[in-house]
């Protein structure tokens, strides 16, 4: 068995932001040689997310605007009593889910048409970090 | 390590389907051969979710009716600006997510007594697929 | 390639119950002995969930709260027809999702520096497993 293990930073100018991953973890997953398994692509931080969606503008407005309306910013969160402003990107983070598996099938990412992987910011402006997982054969 | 990988096809009558499929994953893990890992069970459309939950037809009907109301259809998504209708499914499937991962101990599925696997369609009537990818020795 | 699984038990004093995980899965993971892989951690029920966060008593206060306004405790669920009044477990277990892949780097957790493995029991007083299962080299 095979691994093979790479972080990719990311530091986004918006305080939210989605930002399209895929080609980056294509080059690693081609770097990795590895022909049969999956690679875990997973944020390593509680207020972003990782998630497999449409590359689409309009889509990825919603996205943002559903997620505001079910966990608002700035709310009257316990969290804050912390000193902290982000428990809605805490929230968002948890309905999208911080990571997801892709299947790797003949050294490609297995994926549907549309399927493109996205990095959820919800507490930006600074360095944050995703792992990339290459296992398999 | 060995892989065994098939893929479902889905092609509902509805344009909201929850299809029970433990009985295929298992068929496929048994075929596989594979006594110790884990497989993959993850839709290829971002308007499609897989779910791990129980088969409870009320159930069933209440997380139909909850998705509904999070994540309404035809509500006015920029996503339509595209010419789409489906931005609700977007929403839905990104709630549900769209994989799960189960683990495989002795040659089958390592589940509590009421877990079954799921495929949520959101957008049907047309054909879908799911990857089924089974990972061990 | 290598496994190791172990199953938790929980039995909660309250219905819905947040419980930080974090230590018994890296004890597991160090006794597997594995170096490269990931764990996989895993309600093996449904109406309970395994999620990744931070350990701050005011966050997981928020999340419940969350919870409790998205999928409300004892709303007219048709799944009580079949005389369970736990349906709201099931929809909050389906948002927060039932398992979390943790990536093992050097016998290590990979993780960032808030990153934490949480239990969340949503309909509890009685016996409930987790599977952490290890897989790798």
Request: hydrophobic share 40%; net charge negative; aromatic share 10%.
């Amino acid at each position: 068995m095979k691994f093979h293990t790479e972080y990719l930073v990311f530091h986004t100018r918006k305080h939210r932001e989605y930002i399209h991953i895929t080609p980056k973890v294509e080059a690693i997953v081609q770097k990795s040689g590895i022909q049969e398994g999956m690679v875990l692509v997973s944020a390593m931080h509680i207020t972003a997310a990782v998630y497999v969606n449409d590359d689409e503008s309009g889509l990825i407005e919603d996205i943002d605007r559903w997620l505001e309306k079910l966990a608002p910013f700035n709310k009257d969160y316990r969290h804050h009593d912390t000193g902290e402003t982000n428990g809605d990107a805490h929230l968002k983070a948890l309905m999208i889910h911080q990571e997801v598996i892709v299947p790797i099938t003949a050294g490609k990412l297995d994926f549907g048409p549309w399927q493109r992987i996205f990095y959820a910011e919800f507490d930006g402006q600074r360095d944050k970090r995703v792992i990339v997982k290459v296992m398999g054969e």
